[in-house]
């Protein structure tokens, strides 16, 4: 996705023009961060939302360079507590609410066989215990990503689960999908994973949007890979 920014920068600057070029330009999300350049927590679409660090016990990130830029590296696996822990965390903002509109969301993985915990957020806002939520996040030993709804009114959980593991030490591309009636979890642009949900479910909360886990305390769903261009994308 970078390079093609990229090219289609310069052949802009070049003063070429046509479809080649306008196929590359950056789809129009609420949220996304690329961990690139001086400002690695910036929110990239210009609308604000730029991250902050919440950590406890020496938690940290360091950048790493990935695909012709910057990833973001998140604390390795600690199982003698206190453990290091961090959370990247965005402002409230209606604006990251979607209500009952379509929604989507994700990001680009890197996680080891033994990075893998009973659980690991990746993105989420919101919590499934009060209010309503949605959530990218991997589950389990065997690493298998999951995306998560919750409604304003209701605490169900909906959950489409991933059919295959991304804890192999490779880079994988993560998109959570809700579309009407129907949300779907695709694993490197292919559909690993579907649930019903209900038409009118409705996310919207005071809770800002948290990237690598829920906070900066001992259940926070630490994530222990690396990340990169994570986004969110809201019906208008």
């Not at 959370?87 to 890197?110: E, W, Y």
């Not at 989420?124 to 959530?135: F, L, M, W």
Request: proline share 6%.
């Amino acid at each position: 996705m970078r390079r093609a920014i990229l090219f289609a920068v310069a052949l802009a600057a070049a003063g070429i023009a046509g479809p080649s070029a306008t196929a590359t330009t950056i789809p129009d999300d609420v949220v996304r961060y690329t961990f690139d350049g001086d400002s690695p927590l910036a929110d990239v679409t210009g609308h604000g939302h730029d991250l902050s660090p919440v950590a406890r016990y020496g938690g940290t990130f360091r950048t790493i360079a990935h695909d012709g830029g910057n990833a973001l590296t998140f604390p390795r696996p600690c199982h003698d507590e206190p453990c290091p822990r961090i959370a990247l965390r965005t402002g409230t903002s209606d604006q990251l609410n979607p209500g009952r509109r379509d929604l989507r969301f994700g990001a680009s993985v890197q996680l080891g066989a033994n990075e893998t915990t009973k659980g690991e957020n990746v993105l989420q806002k919101g919590y499934s215990a009060r209010g309503s939520q949605y959530k990218l996040q991997i589950d389990g030993a065997a690493g298998r990503p999951s995306c998560v709804l919750v409604d304003d009114l209701s605490p169900e959980i909906y959950m489409a689960m991933g059919a295959v593991t991304v804890a192999d030490d490779r880079w994988h591309t993560l998109e959570c999908r809700r579309a009407g009636p129907s949300l779907t979890i695709l694993v490197d642009g292919k559909r690993s994973g579907r649930t019903a949900i209900p038409p009118d479910l409705s996310i919207a909360n005071r809770i800002p949007l948290s990237v690598g886990g829920k906070g900066s305390f001992t259940d926070n769903d630490q994530f222990q890979g690396t990340l990169d261009e994570v986004w969110v994308r809201i019906d208008q």
